[in-house]
């Protein structure tokens, strides 16, 4: 399970977030050891181990005989991008066609996959899980079929639960409901607090099933900027929540799809401040909770919930099995009505799959497959961010997520994101355009680029006729 | 796959039929081997592989010197139910309450689990299943996984096909959505043709859940009584439909849930006139449809439909693979809309399972294993007509059904079901009462009983002491 964080890791985390900031430039000489160990009050094998692991990341690099340099690499290339505009005061949704039609010309195999919104699956341990998935069937026991079918497999909901505790957030068991993935949680979560017509908050620009989903409910979307880097722009979401009858929240606090954004903790507490002040639900939407590339793991909004208002929705999906389709949903006071809603919609998540999650988890080395599938998406970022540097216009800005697979770009005014897909298409490179991410069709001149693949001269090349594509509009 | 069904075969379904109707009596001698071999104009040899069949499932058996007579057991033991009152023109249903708080108390594993809704697991080939799981992880490419969560795994898809073609029944495959078991097939196809506040025609009694979903959607029932052994009154259902703006059709045309009875096939083509001439979708819940005692498999309504009105769901969890959660509906009109609101709300039915029940249907022995169930639950349901017969007040009236392994009962009317179920708890035993069946809360005297499991003298004990709580009242 989830190891505590050794004081070196600590450490070398603060170094990348300054790396990350620009105060410590590329070229610029990190502190030397002995600097560095007194200034902080650390050992100076910790400061060795810090700058080994950061150097490992890809941050720092030794010269001989004059210490440890900020890499070239890791300077802030492109500019972030700009937060979207306020957002109204809530709109109906009509999206969802175009979002089909857009997901149906990803499906081709065949072509560069930088619109997936699916890492590669070979970065998880698939021949792992199926040896897990062979003990989990020959050891549970046949009786056992019917009362996990209710409540969910015990050990799984003990894995979870222990998950929970170590990233500092305590639940009752009751409240967790194993589901078919994240987005099953998610569904039921809005039924159980919405009712067609009602407002909901959310994130602009917005993962495009959440968007989907309101407009399946008949809801009406309160859209929300995010800031690229620091998530959800909580002074317009108090003045909406002021002014508007909101009855719920949808937001992801961590690594937001598709900006990659993460609330700081002081903003995560002041969002749930808001919450409460307003007794509105939050649905905290943490699929990409283990992709983090820094060696602490995030605190969910949920942290912070005391009155049980936040359903906090979790997933196996992103970081483990894709495709057993495994989530769950820690739904705080509407815990038992979405157990209800489930039961009565698909009954139960599969059981094979959750009895080899379960095993998996206990048994297979989940922290250490982390470690690697973190460590592949964090040089994947460093390919595509370098080629984006290379190849794209200048006046392109780009997301730097301290996580996930995800780059949002923001290209100069006169390009058209819907375009530019289907010419980038009819070249065998798939990308997800701007608008699908928005209630309100915004974002034209913007795409969200996948480096969840591994690189290839396939990718540069792409990247590079992308780039020859964006300098003809 | 299915195989054709043999002359033998055939012939023995007429007998059993004759049995079953009292046309033969227990006692009475069925004909001779030349006799019938002239009357039915079969060989000598077809009519003696008939009997055997017959007395292998304990309906006739060989008297030394004297020929075949119907055994005893066979005899047509308590009267048949009533169908129930007409039923309103449309109302709210609140039932969902007390299913769950019944459901909940069904819970117990140590119960004599009459009240069950699942069949023992023990009757399912889960080890030859977990060898199929094996190989379907091993063998399917990683890159399969993507694309099978959209589309379903084709082989999969395709097995399902060959099964409906068999069965007489014509699919395209772009009809054919692979689901989170039936109940999530059942509840897309009810979103995509109603809206909250629509009429939805359903049987009484009716399979609880359909009324739950019902309840959760906002939707209102106009209740069909159903005849324990014809089904669905279709001069009933022919006047709602000319009299009411009925938006969908909901049953279940064989071995419906309580009361086990199936549509001739006459009926189906007369229901489907029906459905056509108003226009009036069919939902068909066919999660039964493996398990007929009779040689024949079943024709659903959906092979009567040319119009593309039927959605029919079926599913694996009653006669393969419980817990593994795979069903599919063939979705008519309504396919791609369907499929489209599952990607919305849980993506995909978990792959493991579709993998592993695809390489079973391949090369596991589905016929064999289903053969082997379906002699099970005949013998369990002989099992528990005896003992009901024994042990139950006279006045007691017994369904019959032609497969499953549900018996409605029929009680005086002094009893009352809720009451019945919270004392059989209290001593061990668990029911389901006639009122969770029911969006009026009817059926105050009835209650569904479970053979699903195997026989035991505790199941003897507790049929004897339900009787003794029955004449108590």
Known sequence: MAKRIK??????????EQIRRGILAPGERVP?????????????STVFRAYYLLEDRGLIEARARSGYFVRERARRLLEEPTPGPRGGMGAE?????????????????DTVPFGSAFPDPALFPLARLARSMSRGLRERPEAAVIGDMTAGHDALRRQILQRYALAGVSLLPDELVITNGAMEGLNLALQSVTRPGDL???????????????????????????????????????????????KACWLMSHLQNPLGASLSDAHKA????????????????DAYAELHFDTRPPRPV??????????????????LAPGYR?????????????????????????LPAQWAIADYLQHGGFDRHLRRLRHA????????LAAADRYFPSGTRVSRPTGGYFLWCEFPGRVDALRLMKQALAEGISLAPGPIFSASRGFRHCVRLSYGHSWSPRSEAAMRRLGELLDAF
């Open 93 to 109: 949704v009509a999206v969802s066609e175009l979002v089909f039609s857009v997901l149906a010309s990803l499906q081709d195999s």
């Open 270 to 285: 002041e969002l749930y401040r808001l919450l409460e002040r307003y007794e509105v639900p939050l649905l905290e939407d």
């Open 200 to 246: 909901v908050a959310i994130e602009s620009p917005a993962f495009y099933a959440s968007l989907q989903v309101l407009e399946r409910l008949g809801l009406k979307a309160v859209e929300i900027p995010v800031h690229p880097r620091h998530g959800i722009d909580l002074a317009i979401l108090a003045e909406r929540l002021a002014g508007l009858p909101i």
């Open 377 to 384: 998406l964090e040089s994947q970022q460093r390919a595509m």
């Open 302 to 319: 949920k942290a912070f919930d005391r009155a049980g208002l936040v359903m906090h929705c979790g997933s196996f999906s992103k970081c």
């Open 32 to 44: 030397s050891v002995r600097q560095a160990s007194r200034s902080q009050g650390v050992s100076a």
């Open 7 to 16: 004081r070196y890791e600590a450490f070398a985390d603060r170094v990348a």
């Open 326 to 350: 495994i989530g769950w949903v820690a739904g705080g006071r509407w815990a038992e009505e979405i157990a209800r809603c489930r039961l009565m919609t698909t009954i139960s998540p599969s």
